[in-house]
């Protein structure tokens, strides 16, 4: 592939240099697929999708920006930031492995302010494992989630329910929590304030969760919308 360019909304990505995509019955090989944005994004891909046996494909995102995605849909879901990932897929397509980091900074959910954060993820053997911290304005972690979650990611061969009949773990703790966001998910309150602390868990199935925990707020204040 010598030329591309996608365009989404105001934001170009072109090739950056000459890449070979090539598919044939074993699958398919990407070698050195760099796309650059002008507005300073980089998406980048090297490896194998295996029809057979194991994949080993590496994917690396700068700078993206997620809103750019909902134009290019002409989706209105109202998110925006600033993602940075990396990953790598191995196993086959049946039974995938993956692993990697990301972090979203800048971001903004239907006019809610969204704490920059970062995270690491590992899945194997249909369970996905997460750890994310949400980052206060010093780049200490303010809010710190565990996650364990029973899932068949498969590409290839699923039967059945993806969320597994197995029991699922979540920890959520967090010294000041994201009251920011709480009226861009409902329109019963607005003008929520205060310091909000607590720890969370989720235990049970992804298909019958059950949640315990316990939150402190204090000097709080928020209106309720008639």
Do not use: C
């Not at 590409?155 to 967090?174: E, H, S, Y």
């Amino acid at each position: 592939v010598n030329d591309l360019a996608l365009r989404m909304d105001t934001t170009v990505w072109r090739l950056a240099h000459p890449a070979i995509v090539h598919l044939h019955p074993a699958g398919m090989e990407l070698h050195d697929v760099e796309l650059r944005s002008n507005k300073g994004g980089l998406v980048y891909l090297n490896g194998m999708l295996p029809t057979e046996g194991n994949a080993n494909l590496v994917l690396d995102v700068r700078n993206f920006q997620i809103a750019d995605v909902a134009s290019f849909l002409q989706s209105d879901f109202p998110m925006r930031g600033i993602l940075n990932a990396r990953g790598r897929l191995e196993g086959t397509m049946a039974n995938p492995r993956f692993r990697g980091a990301a972090g979203l900074v800048a971001g903004n959910y239907n006019g809610s302010v969204i704490p920059n954060f970062q995270g690491t993820f590992n899945y194997t053997n249909a369970a996905l494992t997460a750890h994310i911290e949400a980052l206060g304005s010093t780049g200490q972690p303010t809010v710190i989630a565990d996650a364990t979650l029973p899932i068949n990611l498969a590409l290839r061969g699923v039967t059945g329910d993806r969320l597994l009949d197995r029991p699922m773990n979540v920890a959520i703790r967090g010294d000041s929590l994201p009251l920011d966001l709480v009226p861009a998910f409902t329109d019963v309150i607005s003008n929520i304030r205060g310091h909000a602390a607590g720890t969370f868990a989720l235990r049970g199935t992804l298909r019958r969760p059950s949640l315990v925990g316990a939150v402190t707020w204090t000097n709080g204040s928020l209106k309720i919308v008639p």
